[in-house]
């Protein structure tokens, strides 16, 4: 085969190599964007405003998701460890 014919080739077909390359790097970015997300943890949390004195029990704490660099140090990760309730 000769380098006219090859050339010749690879003009025709610009297009879709074009958009090869661009669909390549397109989800390179996007696998490296995803791998940006923060470290979570699970910290129990108020479910609302709770007044000084408030018996602090299942009904008044949940589970959220908070960015690990945010989480307080020793933070509790269970619920049953914070409340006073015996299971």
Same mark, same amino acid.
């Not at 190599?17 to 390549?24: C, I, K, Q, S």
């Not at 704490?61 to 309730?85: D, F, H, Q, Y």
């Given at each position: 085969?000769? +380098? !006219?014919? &090859? #050339?010749?080739?690879?003009?025709?077909?610009?297009?879709?190599?074009? $958009?090869?390359?661009? @669909? %390549?790097?397109?989800?390179?970015? +996007? !696998?490296? &964007? #995803?791998?940006?997300?923060?470290?979570?943890?699970?910290?129990?949390? $108020?479910?609302k405003? @709770? %007044?000084?004195?408030?018996?602090?029990? !299942?009904?008044?704490?949940?589970?959220?998701?908070?960015?690990?660099?945010?989480?307080?140090?020793?933070?509790?990760?269970?619920?049953?460890?914070?409340?006073?309730?015996?299971?």
């Open positions: 085969m000769n +380098l !006219s014919r &090859i #050339r010749a080739t690879l003009w025709k077909l610009r297009h879709m190599l074009l $958009a090869v390359a661009v @669909l %390549t790097s397109l989800a390179a970015i +996007l !696998s490296t &964007i #995803r791998g940006l997300a923060p470290a979570t943890v699970s910290v129990v949390v $108020a479910k405003d @709770l %007044t000084p004195g408030t018996a602090l029990g !299942s009904s008044n704490l949940t589970i959220a998701e908070v960015s690990a660099e945010l989480a307080p140090e020793g933070l509790t990760r269970s619920s049953k460890t914070s409340t006073n309730e015996s299971s």
